[in-house]
């Protein structure tokens, strides 16, 4: 898969394709300093103030996200006719999104959110805000430029809710109707405990806490919470339901599957933004074609590289390729596992609905017979596991001078093969005990073979499996390139 999502970043997207997010806009200002002292005037640290920052946050920082990602996007929402408006307005159109959507309000101040630090730590936040909804001649300013923007045919809208007043019930249902009429996926970072606002759009983000707010239950109990997520999704007629949970990572929640992706940060400094990362690279991945659960695997890679920064700061795509380049170099050795190991992600992939496939051999100099026939397999199931002959069995089986390749730089080259989730190796003469063990549900064996001949097909066939034969391509063998090399 990392292959698949390493070129859909570095191909970029459509060359018409653009993203309007909507939505709550933010000013983050940071104060830094250092703390040496407390006050004698009272029992507070002292920060002697070193320098001064501010960045787009809420909505402006999806749209940043967005633009770090090579997406174009436009921003549709209010700030103040205030310095700080004016500051937000420069800082968004200096990272290339576009502005002409949005709003100056002579009655709402921009939402500030002004954070002092003493080193890495946030010592206080300081808001600014109006949270009530807009009055009703700048909601129709915003209810036509909406309509606008919609003409313009973007690739996907991100409705940012912070529950700052801008996403009201009228605006979110003016959004997601126009954007079903023209076939235009909606995701939405939501916020409150009543979702039907956003009733009809694709997806939602709600962290584990909103989720629960919204389902009504503790939180506490994950399965609870994740049943009432489903039928939360279902009721709003999602198509997918996205919740965040932090340091364990992200749920995805489909019709038919519940996919469970792994935390990817490695160590966390400032949680700040991070859903706003989440929904941009969601959105992102989705306008370059990715199915929703490989969109998510790229959030939450962004998500991982973004709280390991202090402050609000958006992805940029060079640092998720890079990411990418080396989860996929992980991922590669990662591959190779025991049998307690493959078991354990046999399970996984089990509980998210995936069926397994197992294939075994020597695949000593791995030629493009080996390749297409490992990429046939994988065809027919979610998992590829191949089971391979150590050493010892090699020469038991083709005599004393093979294999001609160490069984762990064996083993390494398989799982190089994007086709292949799994190599696992067997000493025993035939995997027999490794497909009990598995239980696959699909038996692969080349077509050299009758189906009575393969082992553990009789085995797999009794808990429901079946077993395929594949056809192999003519000519090419490993005993075909050995005497090649031995008339050289």
Known sequence: MQQRLIEALR?????????????????????????????PEAPVPVVLLEKESS??????????????????????????DD????????????????????FTSSSRPTTTKTRILGGHQQMLRLDREAT????????????????????RKPAVVVLSDYAKGVLTPELCRLAIDLAAQADIPVLVDPKGRDYGKYRGATALTPNRRETAEACGVSGQDLDELLQAAQALRR???????????????????????????????????????????????LAAGMVAGLEPAEAL??????????????????????ELLAELAVEEVREQADKICDLPHLLARVRQWRANGERIVFTNGCFDLLHAGHVVYLEQAAKLGDRLVVGLNTDRSVRALKGPNRP??????????LAALEAVDAVVLFDEDTPLS???????????????????????????????????????????????????????
């Open 11 to 39: 191909q970029g997207f459509p060359a018409d394709a653009w993203a309007l997010v909507i939505g709550d806009l933010m000013l983050d200002r940071y104060l830094w300093g250092k703390v040496e002292r407390i006050s």
């Open 235 to 281: 009721a709003l007629d999602l198509r997918f339901l996205a919740v965040t949970r932090s340091e364990e990572g992200i749920t995805l929640l489909e019709e038919t599957r519940m996919l469970h992706l792994p935390a990817m940060a490695r160590q966390v400094f400032d949680v700040s933004g991070a859903g706003d990362t989440v929904i941009a690279t």
């Open 55 to 80: 960045r787009p946050g809420g909505a402006a920082n999806v749209a940043a996200n967005l633009a770090g990602l090579g997406l174009p996007c436009r921003l549709l929402g209010t700030v103040g």
């Open 434 to 488: 490794l497909i009990e063990a598995i239980r696959p549900d699909v038996l692969v064996k080349g077509s050299d073979y009758t189906e009575d001949q393969v082992v553990g097909g009789k085995e797999v066939k009794s808990w429901g499996g079946r077993v395929a034969l594949i056809d192999v391509v003519p000519g090419r063998s490993t005993s075909n390139i050995l005497r090649k090399l031995g008339s050289a």
């Open 132 to 151: 009530a909804a807009p009055d009703a001649g700048e909601q129709e300013a915003l209810s036509r430029l909406l309509r606008e923007m919609m003409e």
């Open 297 to 318: 695997h790229l959030a939450n890679l962004a998500a991982g590289i973004v709280v390991g920064k202090v402050g609000t700061v958006p992805i940029t795509r060079e």
């Open 83 to 102: 310095a700080p408006g004016r500051e937000l307005v420069a800082a968004i159109a200096s990272q290339g999104v576009g502005t002409e959507a949005l």
């Open 404 to 413: 001609v390749i160490h069984e762990q730089d064996r083993a390494r080259v």
